[in-house]
């Protein structure tokens, strides 16, 4: 009985696929709409992206096959939705981002800030979350992930050999160890008499004794210490990826299916807008998961943790040297990583000042006229990826000292490579997102068509007699839950549409709700498969999964916690959240 149901196992995904648009279709057959077909879409792709059953990419495809085919939804209509101007802002900032990986401009820029935080425990693992969070804010989750492990499980490694060390120096000269000690510290008893330091001459089975005891107290020191490490890496990078717009995918989404369904919003969300919200939030968020992991982990020591009046320690300096080490690998900074980090800054300031908000930003000044949005954040991120590709990786020859040999070999002068090439984009880049992205879009597009959305916002509208905030607070543990077993993509594009169409019934700020479930969607803390950062810490076999689980609960309730405080005070100024916007007071019907 047991091979035959491990081989049904193994079939899994084929009964899905197969059974699924099957156990579905009464839906379409019964109810014969054009609400009931899309719904029929919907909730085939919500089955199989919660499922994984075919990759979430292709799920994506399905609009463009099914919305022409049930009629909701001409073709031409439904392609146009995957290449829209927020697909363009996630390419060009990918490409940044790819050619900042590509430089190992990234590493610098994490040891370099390791070593300014020293490697007192509590405050290398601060260090090690803040340089997670910054990276992520830019590059990917999982690469930012992928590199800062191994570098925290080296430092950890020396911590642990040089206290060793300390501790057997101690013993064989009889001194008592003056470094790093456990917070539980054992009491004072008859025994300490028998210690090093006591004037008292240990036999060799004492020695031994003691030398056995701090090793089972540094191992268990160490292994939480390791634990809290690894959690806290993967933890900064989920967190990290919601200050910016480009940061994870779901914030993108939320980009998109605003301006897909409030077209005359203003463009409410860029750059600038986001980040004066969501980076405040991710800086909370982050010191709060810091002291958690703390006091899960490590306790509070002030003392320890700041080094109040204590003196660098050898095991300290040996732990920094191997920082050091590994940016001597790297060697000086050559003109491409400057050149990527000229780049990069310039991005930055240019989102920032397109439209700040504040002040007419340059492009309203030049671009931006009568109205229409001519420039965005997607035009600007373009033609920084593009300038990439034109400024060369090294300075060419003829700029260099005029002190080379000549003859045969000026003759083989070539020109240097640019910054970034077609191959290495194409090797690194993450397409599917691009696919995942449009079908989100297809899908509200589809809903707004087929009148599906209106249906929806007209049987949630009873929920207009619970507060706002209420309303905000169950939401988005439902989508903090929910994003756990499901990848963040499928969670934010399943329900968007939704809460945009309740927002309208309900006449409340579509933000207000949608914006905490997108930050929402990337508190997936307690499942190892949950997110690529949690799978890669997991990988290492020093965490167990109930180790994630209790860590990752009290943080998605922080999470939440931390994403409504900020929704109601500085989040409410920035985007008008206690009024109902006139871009989203629009009479929709079915078609």
């Not at 979430?56 to 939804?73: D, E, N, Q, S």
């Not at 968020?285 to 003196?311: P, R, S």
């Not at 007209?458 to 756990?484: D, G, K, N, R, Y």
């Not at 994630?548 to 994403?563: D, E, R």
């Amino acid at each position: 009985m047991a091979p035959f149901l491990k081989r049904l196992w193994k079939l899994k995904n084929a009964f899905v696929i197969v059974l699924t648009p099957l156990l579905l279709l009464p839906l379409p057959l019964l109810i014969q709409t054009k609400e009931a077909r899309c719904g029929y879409v919907i909730a085939l792709m919500a089955v199989y992206w919660c499922t994984e059953a075919m990759p979430l990419a292709v799920t994506a495809l399905l609009p463009a096959v099914l919305f022409p085919m049930l009629g909701v939804l001409e073709s031409g209509k439904v392609c146009m939705q995957y290449l829209k101007d927020t697909n363009m802002l996630f390419l060009g900032g990918l490409m940044v981002a790819v050619a900042v990986e590509h430089w190992n401009l990234h590493k610098r820029i994490a040891l370099r800030v390791l070593l300014v935080v020293g490697v007192r425990p509590a405050l290398l693992m601060l260090g090690f979350m803040v340089t997670t969070a910054f990276l992520s804010m830019w590059i990917s989750n999982t690469a930012t992930t992928a590199m800062m492990v191994p570098i925290a499980q080296a430092v950890l490694e020396q911590l642990d050999s040089s206290e060793a060390e300390a501790d057997q120096l101690e013993i064989d000269n009889g001194q008592m160890n003056s470094g790093y000690e456990p917070n539980e510290k054992p009491a004072k008893s008859e025994e300490a008499k028998d210690r090093p330091g006591n004037g008292h001459v240990m036999s060799i089975e004492e020695g031994e004794g003691l030398a056995e005891e701090r090793r089972q107290i540094r191992k268990e020191k160490y292994v939480n210490l390791s634990k809290g490490m690894s959690l806290s890496v993967c933890y900064a990078a989920s967190i990290g990826g919601t200050a910016t717009l480009t940061g994870t995918t779901p914030n993108l989404i939320l980009k998109g299916q605003i301006d897909e369904l409030f077209p005359a919003n203003g463009d409410v969300v860029n750059f600038a807008t986001w980040f004066g919200f969501a980076f405040p939030n991710m800086m909370l968020m982050l010191v709060l998961a810091w002291f958690w992991l703390q006091f899960m982990f490590m306790g509070f020591n002030f003392k320890e943790t700041f080094g109040c009046g204590g003196q660098v320690s050898e095991k300290d300096r040996k732990a920094s040297q191997v920082i050091k080490d590994e940016l001597k690998k790297l060697g000086s900074m050559t003109f491409a990583e400057g050149g990527i980090l000229t780049v990069f800054v310039l991005l930055v300031v240019l989102w920032f000042t397109r439209e700040p908000g504040f002040m007419p930003g340059w492009a309203t000044v030049l671009f931006n006229k009568d109205g229409k949005q001519f420039v965005t954040d997607g035009t600007v991120a373009i033609f920084m990826a593009l300038v990439l590709f034109v400024i060369p990786s090294k300075l060419p020859s003829c700029f260099c000292s005029g002190g080379g040999r000549e003859g045969e070999e000026s003759q083989k002068i070539k020109a240097p490579k640019a910054l970034l090439d077609w191959d290495t984009v194409h090797q690194k880049m993450p397409w599917n997102i691009l696919l995942l992205l449009g079908g989100g879009f297809a899908l509200a597009k589809g809903s707004e068509a087929s009148g599906l959305s209106v249906w929806l916002g007209h049987e949630l509208a009873p929920l207009q007699s619970i507060p706002p905030a209420a309303i905000a607070v169950l939401l988005c543990l439902l989508v903090a839950t929910f994003t756990e077993c499901s990848s963040n993509v499928a969670t934010t594009t399943l329900f968007l549409p939704i809460l945009a169409s309740m927002a309208q019934e309900i006449e409340l700020h579509p933000l207000y709700i949608m914006l905490p479930c997108t930050l929402c969607a990337s508190l997936a803390f307690m499942l190892p498969v949950a997110t690529p950062p949690n799978a890669i810490v997991f990988s290492y076999g020093n965490l167990k999964v109930v180790d994630m689980a209790k860590t990752g609960f009290m943080l998605n309730i922080i999470g939440v916690l931390s994403i409504t405080l900020a929704l109601n005070t500085w989040g409410t100024v920035i985007f008008q959240l206690d009024t109902f916007p006139s871009w989203a007071n629009t009479t929709r019907g079915p078609p």
